[in-house]
Structure formats: C-alpha cells, structure tokens
C-alpha cells in the first residue's frame, strides 16, 4: 500500500513540475494561493485595445476640428479624416447593398462599407473578436465593470431569464435596422446615398452626441452607470452590431475549444468568462455571445487545455491580433490603391452645406421621401 501511495505522490510531483515547466500554475498550486501566470491573451488583446483606442480617439479629435472649422467658415486646418465612417453602420450596409445591386461603389461614404466588410471578415476569422479586441465602446464596457467592481466587490449577473429576454434586444434593434436598410426600393439607392441627408450623415452623427439633448443624455448616463455594475450592459443587451457579427460568428471554423483529458474540472475558465458561457461543461464554444476574449484561456490552470482556433490548428493570442490588424491593414490599403477610400464630398462642398445642416431632414424623413419618389410598378 505504501508503495501504491508512494507511486502516486511521485506522479503527483511530476505533474506539478510539468505544469510550472509549461509556464502555468496547477490547479493544486492555484488553490493553495499562487495563481495562473500566464496571462498572454489578455496582454495582447490589451495591446490591441490600445492600439485602437488610440486611433479612434485621433481620428475623433481631427473630424470634431475639421467639422467646427467648416461650420464656422474658417480655415480647414485637417482634413476629413475618412475613418469617421466607422460610424456609420447603416450607411456602410446601404451602400453594400448598392455594390451588391448595381457592381459600383457609391463614392460619397465609400470607406463605411470597406470598414463594415472589414468587421465581417473579422466575425469569420475570430468570431466576435471585433467586439472585445477593437470595439472602443467594448473597451470603456470593460474599463467601466473593473471599476464598479473595485466599488461593490463584484459585478451583479441578472437572473437567467431576465438576462436571456434582455439579450433578445439587441437582436430586436439588429432586425430594425436590417429593416431600414432592405426596405428602400432597389432605385431609391441611389438617389438616397447621393441626397443632401446621406452627404452630410457623418456631421448629422457627429452634431446628434455634441447636442444631445435631456432625454439622450439620460440614456447615455443610464447606460454608463448600469455597466458599473452590470458588465458589457451595451454590448451583451443592446448593441445591435455586436449581433450581427455574433450570427456571422457562428459560421467561423474557429472557436474555443477544451481536451477534456487535460481538463482538472476546476470551473475557473466559466467564472472568467465574461459572457457568463459554461466553458468547462462544452467540448467547443459555438455560442454567438462569445467575443474571442480568450478570458478563458488565461484562467485555466491546465496547460493544453483550452485554446482558440481549429480542430487541429490552434491560433496563439498573438496569432489573433496579427489577424485582426492585418484584416484593417490589407482593407484600408486595397480601398485606398482601387480609390475607395475618400469620400466624393470636397471640404468645400462641407464648408458650404454645414451652415445649414440643421435644414438637412433626419434619416427617417429621408428614407421616407426616396421610397415615396419611386412609384409602385417600380418597387421589386
């Protein structure tokens, strides 16, 4: 019996080297107070946070320069920054739709559809990987949890069925916009993206968040002290871009995966998962709530048994963020060498509409007016 139990603790002993040769604590160790060590998914998908924070926040500041310029009638010191058009979602869909229809590119908002493919070939490559690697509104989510955490001790997770009918709204919000987007007639398209409404649409959303008004901002803190205390509040209820990439997701061969043999079972992958995903009790992740944050990964304590990518190929973090920089590298630089980049709106054209851009109808009215100047008979 001794030598049975002797035998055991001498494999014991050689499993816990293996595990600190390997670079990561074992769940034994962990329990006893040391933790994993690893961290380097998340020291990477920092890096890329930063990295487009960064750029977003630049970008931001030039067009907010650029727009009160031209608004005013003084000297236009930058340059409309093209990448403001990340913003406009809807704009980059309908003109998607208008490439699809007619094989032209509408040069009004033309890098809004580069950036939307951009996204999708993002969802294909790394499932919603977009929301947590780039996205900056997934970032401040993020940044905001942490904090509320440090506040109460912990963030609040909403009953299932309350959190399963609120995750129903972002949804919701994606079928409406999709609606707007399909329901223009085919020959309203083109009079819609070339109208006085869609040329000016970046200052309309620039002008909507510097002039909101009571009922806006009320929404805006709301949202901003809910996520304090309920993580990625936006992002997992509400935002509808987030869907639409999470359904693209579910058809992306890659995805996180667990070897069950190498699994100790300690559930610290499924309490690190910030989309509340039951990790430990899945062979493969397919969920399309789940953002490629790789949380997982860096919380488990077995080396080997939870990575990113194909069946037979896994993809390490850093694999990851090459790819998802390179998606907007290789876009932006194949729309910038065709001509697809800038928009056809001259910074005089801006200077001589923004005196008058409160004139301009709302989004709603313009859609209204194209679909009611195309006839019945012409309708599909």
Not at 35 to 59: D, E, H, K, N, Y
Not at 207 to 222: D, H, I, S
Not at 260 to 266: N, V, Y
Request: charged content about 15%.
């Amino acid at each position: 019996m001794q030598s049975h139990a002797g035998y055991g603790v001498h494999e014991e002993t050689l499993r816990l080297c293996r595990s600190l040769l390997a670079g990561s604590w074992s769940k034994e160790l962990w329990m006893g107070g040391l933790r994993p060590t690893r961290r380097r998914a998340l020291l990477w998908r920092r890096g890329v946070q930063v990295l487009f924070l960064a750029i977003i926040l630049w970008i931001g500041v030039r067009f907010a320069l650029f727009v009160e310029a031209a608004r005013h009638g003084a000297a236009v010191a930058f340059p409309r920054p093209p990448g403001v058009e990340a913003f406009l979602p809807i704009s980059g869909m309908l003109g998607l739709r208008h490439w699809l229809a007619t094989g032209e590119l509408n040069a009004i908002h033309p890098a809004a559809v580069v950036l939307f493919l951009v996204a999708v070939a993002t969802a294909l490559l790394a499932r919603r990987a977009f929301c947590a690697w780039v996205c900056p509104v997934g970032t401040l989510s993020e940044g905001l949890a942490r904090v509320g955490k440090r506040l109460v001790g912990r963030n609040l997770i909403l009953p299932r069925r309350l959190d399963v009918a609120l995750r129903g709204l972002k949804y919701l919000l994606l079928g409406f916009f999709l609606w707007i987007v399909f329901v223009l007639p085919a020959r309203a398209l083109a009079p819609f993206l070339d109208g006085d409404y869609h040329r000016v649409a970046d200052v309309k959303m620039y002008l909507f968040f510097r002039e909101l008004g009571p009922g806006g901002l009320a929404v805006v803190v709301g949202l901003v002290g809910g996520s304090l205390f309920v993580r990625h509040l936006w992002c997992r209820y509400c935002c509808p871009y987030g869907a639409l990439l999470g359904l693209i997701a579910l058809v992306s061969p890659n995805r996180i995966r667990r070897d069950p043999d190498q699994c100790a079972g300690c559930r610290a992958c499924t309490d690190a998962c910030p989309q509340l995903l039951p990790v430990h009790d899945r062979l493969t992740i397919r969920s399309a709530e789940c953002t490629a944050c790789q949380s997982c990964v860096d919380a488990c304590p077995a080396p080997a048994t939870l990575a990113f990518g194909l069946r037979r190929r896994r993809a390490a973090p850093w694999v990851v963020a090459v790819a998802l920089v390179g998606c907007f590298v290789v876009g932006i630089g194949v729309a910038r060498r065709t001509g697809h980049w800038q928009s056809a709106v001259t910074t005089a054209e801006y200077v001589a509409r923004l005196p008058w851009i409160h004139q301009v109808d709302h989004v709603g009215a313009a859609l209204g007016g194209e679909m009611a100047s195309v006839k019945p008979a012409d309708t599909p």
